[in-house]
T-cell receptor, first 115, second 117 residues
């Protein structure tokens, strides 16, 4: 089985621009979660999608949004980029919606640099 | 509030040494799950283990072992006879069954392990 894939792997943007990141979960997995990783804040939960519905959202401003398609692929969008948005964005998939015990399989991440 | 603390920011050992990575967690839930993930330089988080709050039995997998103690809210990870390939950042994480973070992973800040030949 192919693992979680994320595209692009690297991205450079300037302040004020917007960006869209893509995640394809493991085949058969219906839950997709997004995490932001920065040196200062560490790994922080962004949101989780299941069956095209946002199920949970972390403590991030509205500039961060996402969606999930019927094939479980997910995208996240960041509008009006700020320097502090520079981070590694990790996507994780899980076979079921969380009751806490689901093992999440992570992709390689997208490294976003905002100049 | 939910929280995971990994007090050790960086650890450096020489190959074949044993090393223990500490993890302390906070949660109000009675049902929760604890995880360890490994992040090599490539960036991808690799799942190592999951334990639920009702199972305090320690686990051993090859050179890896985990010590779960509810009394001290700790879930420590020991690597026996460390190898250079163990060099990575290790994250402890918590997920609650019913709390506000249901289904989401709350990560510690990670411990960077360097194993020197």
């Amino acid at each position: 089985k192919a693992g979680v894939t994320q595209t692009p792997r690297y991205l450079i943007k300037t302040r004020g621009q917007q960006v869209t990141l893509s995640c394809s979960p493991i085949s058969g997995h219906r839950s997709v979660s997004w995490y932001q990783q920065t040196p200062g804040q560490g790994l922080q939960f962004l949101f989780e999608y299941f069956s095209e519905t946002q199920r949970n959202k972390g403590n991030f401003p509205g500039r961060f949004s996402g969606r999930q398609f019927s094939n479980s692929r997910s995208e996240m969008n960041v509008s009006t980029l700020e320097l502090g948005d520079s981070a590694l964005y990790l996507c994780a998939s899980s076979p079921r919606v969380g009751q806490g015990n689901n093992e999440q399989f992570f992709g390689p991440g997208t490294r976003l640099t905002v100049l | 509030a939910q929280k995971v603390t990994q007090a050790q920011t960086e650890i450096s050992v020489v190959e074949k040494e044993d090393v223990t990575l500490d993890c302390v967690y906070e949660t109000r839930d009675t049902t929760y799950y604890l995880f360890w993930y490994k992040q090599p330089p490539s960036g991808e988080l690799v799942f190592l283990i999951r334990r639920n709050s009702f199972d305090e039995q320690n686990e051993i997998s090859g050179r890896y072992s985990w010590n779960f103690q509810k009394s001290t809210s700790s879930f420590n990870f020991t690597i026996t006879a460390s190898q250079v390939v163990d060099s990575a950042v290790y994250f402890c994480a918590l997920s609650e069954a019913m709390g506000g973070s249901q289904g989401n992973l709350i990560f510690g800040k990670g411990t960077k392990l360097s194993v020197k030949p």
